[in-house]
């Protein structure tokens, strides 16, 4: 047993025969588009503000800093407006990854997926047709909305749909269209760009991706989980069904099902009251862990922050967005990775690994930004010098993309109980939203004072949550969700927290 988790057989939970059906992979590749609409929004937010006529509409003052050739290149972007304008929709997202824990219970993963499509598509539209900061951060906050929905109920969804052997490869479909959404975003800022009214394109083109999950997601049946707790069970037995395929036990998945259902109606406690017991505790830890963990990789500053980045040490503008281009292709090749490993490797295999090369690249940036701009940050960076940093950061995305990436959404919807699983995955998600925000706050705040050095503060990270993963993270690869109590009994430390006797998942 390896000291920080215990691998289970598959055995030792509930088989239920459930093979990859056309059904379940279409049905899981829609939910997953759920993802395209944070990637857009993360690829679409830092490539418009190097953009010319975006920054003299909204933010002049850049432009008159970056004029002035005494600025260092560190300080460039150092404005409170500008990260407001990127980080309001991180509150956004917080309030209603929290809203969204109740709208699922209640209405189902279905309904909080599409109301999440319908509100980020009243976003794009505002921020396409901005005249003013008010009119963009408005905006903004209607996409939080549309993104705090989403992340919280797809991935849900998605470890609900996926039969247990594959849940990992399925569920990290999430994290793949956020790929794909981030290197659309980046092509697209590439392509306006040198238009006077190209960044009203980039903006209001989100209602494409909205479009494309809300239409996608009124084809698909809501989950058979969610069904059975809202005591829809014809509907659930048809759900399973068609997911499952006919070599499926569907009768006995479905009996487990309505099991948990009925534990859950019985206890009928408050979820967010619940999930603070004690016995839930290694649960709570890891939900709130696994995303404030994933921020402090830096993973999503530097995302949102790329093209910024990369004009700051010596790219020029077009440069810049063809870096931050091949930053998003690197990592949406490398959550490829993480799809055909994950079920074979485990989550703690890739996560320590991922942990590992994040950290020696954030050690190697700090040093080459620290020797060739200077501990002031005014020594012009040569463009040989900027290439290694876009090869470093492309090391970096990748190690993250196989990783810390698909395993923060992964990991915690697949932990919890059905009667506090909407709510595990709420208080994930707004913990991811939250620690988003301050990040990307303070980033640029951060880059401007502690200029090289912001690097070796998000290595000191990876290397604590590389411990973390190594002493404190059970593996739950091929587990069944209503069996995933057996990893926490059986771990060095958690067993402690945990009911000995068997409570239906």
């Known amino acids: 047993m390896a000291i920080g988790g215990f691998t289970v057989n598959g055995k030792d939970g509930a088989d239920y025969g459930g093979r990859i059906t056309a059904a379940v992979v279409i049905t899981c590749i829609v939910a997953a588009s759920g993802g395209l609409i944070f990637g857009y929004d993360i690829g679409i937010s830092g490539g418009v503000t190097t953009m010319e006529p975006f920054l003299q509409k909204f933010f002049p003052s850049i432009l008159r800093k970056a004029a002035d050739v005494k600025t260092n290149v560190y300080c460039v972007y150092d404005s409170q407006v500008l990260t407001a304008f990127t980080s309001s929709l991180y509150i956004a997202g917080l309030v209603a990854s929290l809203v969204a824990s109740r709208l699922t219970a209640t209405f189902g993963r279905k309904f909080t997926m599409l109301l999440g499509g319908c509100t980020f598509f009243v976003g794009a539209a505002i921020n396409g047709g901005a005249q003013n900061i008010a009119m963009l951060i408005l905006g903004r906050i209607f996409l939080g909305f549309g993104v705090g929905f989403t992340n919280q109920a797809t991935p849900v969804y998605l470890a609900e749909v996926a039969p247990a052997k594959w849940r990992g490869a399925f569920n990290t479909g999430f994290q793949f269209f956020l790929g794909i959404g981030v290197v659309s975003a980046n092509c697209i800022n590439y392509g306006t760009a040198k238009l006077r ?70 206890v009928a406690e408050e979820p967010f009251v619940t999930i603070f017991e004690k016995q839930y505790r290694p649960h709570l830890v890891t939900a709130i862990l696994i995303p404030f963990f994933q921020q402090v990789t830096g ?21 810049a967005l063809v870096g931050a281009i091949i930053l998003g292709l690197v990592n949406l090749g490398s959550i490829l990775v993480s799809t055909f490993a994950v079920d074979r490797f485990g989550r703690r295999f890739l996560f320590l690994e991922g942990g590992l090369q ?24 040569s463009k040989g010098h900027a290439a290694v940093v876009l090869v470093l950061m492309c090391i970096y995305a990748a190690g993250f993309g196989w990783s810390w990436g698909p395993l923060s959404f992964l990991v915690p919807s697949e932990i919890f109980p059905l009667k506090i699983r909407a709510t595990g995955m709420s208080i994930n998600v707004a913990v991811n939203f939250g620690a988003t925000f301050v990040l990307s706050q303070t980033f640029l705040t951060m880059l401007c004072h502690f200029k090289f050095g912001a690097f070796l503060f998000y290595a000191g990270w990876i290397a604590i949550m590389t411990m973390y993963i190594a002493l ?14 057996v990893v926490w009994k059986q771990h060095w430390y958690w067993h402690r927290f945990m009911k000995q006797e068997q409570e239906p998942y």
């Not at 993973?299 to 077009?318: D, E, H, R, T």
Request: charged residues 20%; contains cysteine.
């Open 472 to 485: 404190f993270m059970p593996e739950t690869k091929g587990i069944p969700l209503d069996s995933m109590d």
């Open 358 to 381: 994040m950290f020696i690249c954030q050690i190697a940036l700090a040093v080459l930004l620290g020797v060739t701009a200077g501990v002031t940050g005014e020594k012009h960076v």
């Open 197 to 266: 009214w190209g960044w009203r394109l980039s903006l209001g083109l989100a209602v494409v991706p909205a479009l494309i999950m809300t239409l996608g997601v009124l084809m698909i049946s809501d989950s058979p989980s969610s069904l059975v707790d809202r005591g829809k069970l014809d509907q659930a037995r048809k759900a399973l069904a068609k997911v499952r395929g006919g070599e499926s036990d569907v009768d006995a998945e479905l009996a487990e099902l309505i099991k948990a259902s009925q534990v859950a109606r019985a």
């Open 299 to 319: 993973i999503n500053v530097i995302a949102f922050y790329a093209p910024v980045l990369f004009q700051s040490v010596g790219f020029g503008g077009s440069s």
